[in-house]
């Protein structure tokens, strides 16, 4: 019962490095997004993917680009990290009758990423 | 931008006493959702309340949603140390595919 699996945990980049944070769900879920948690900002989503193949940008998409080749998978790079990225990210998923978002979201449980 | 604001922004009470957070929204939605998350944790959903209800329950959780005020109101009841978390309101707007969250409210339940 695995649900929604973020890796890594944590992780320490350079600046002007580049990483792929990992997400993986197995509910079948169509829906799935990506979200950074800064002190005092609450979450802001950065992208999301409304199914295999199709992905849009959320509020703060600079810096980072997705995609989703399969249903279960949706990795989020971060292409030049900067100090500006550190950040929690989290990843969630969801499946609503007509709309993915009429019913609950599954978070993972975050990644903390610092860049130094 | 910012769909929901939770107020207060942090709130602090004594174990057993009743917790209430409010939620105001700006444009209309289908649906107003709300989640927990513990310290270093993933967010986890309390309860989904649809634009057409009014009030909803679950265990010791009160929803209740106003769309003419836009806002929505999470009491917690005869709460416990275990409640010590923040709690945040969440937002799709009407059509859209964004799910957008409040900036949370701290709740510290004092044993």
């Known amino acids: 019962n695995a649900g929604v699996t973020q890796t890594p945990k944590f992780q320490v980049l350079k600046t002007g490095q580049s990483m792929t944070l990992q997400c993986a769900q197995d509910?079948?879920?169509?829906?799935m997004s990506w979200y950074r948690q800064d002190p005092g900002m609450g979450l802001r989503l950065i992208h999301y993917?409304?199914?295999?193949?199709?992905?849009d940008q959320g509020e703060v998409p600079n810096g980072y680009n997705v995609s989703r080749s399969t249903t279960e998978d949706f990795p989020l790079r971060l292409l030049s990290a900067a100090p500006s990225q550190t950040s929690v990210y989290f990843c969630a998923s969801s499946y609503g009758t007509g709309h993915p978002l009429n019913t609950e979201a599954f978070f993972g449980q975050g990644t903390r990423l610092t860049v130094v | 931008s910012q769909q929901g604001e939770e107020d207060p922004q942090a709130l602090s009470i004594q174990e057993g006493e009743n917790a209430t957070m409010n939620c105001s929204y700006k444009?209309?939605?289908?649906?107003l959702q709300w989640y927990r998350q513990n310290s270093g944790r993933g967010l986890v959903h309390l309860i989904l309340i649809r634009s057409n209800e009014r009030e909803k329950h679950s265990g010791r959780l009160r929803v209740t949603l106003d769309t003419s005020k836009k806002s929505s109101s999470l009491l917690i009841t005869a709460s416990r140390a275990a409640d010590t978390a923040s709690y945040f309101c969440a937002t799709p707007g009407a059509g859209s595919y964004q799910l957008t969250f409040g900036k949370g409210t701290k709740l510290s339940v004092i044993p």
């Open positions: 444009t209309s939605i289908n649906n």
């Open positions: 509910m079948n879920h169509e829906y």
């Open positions: 993917s409304v199914g295999a193949g199709i992905t």
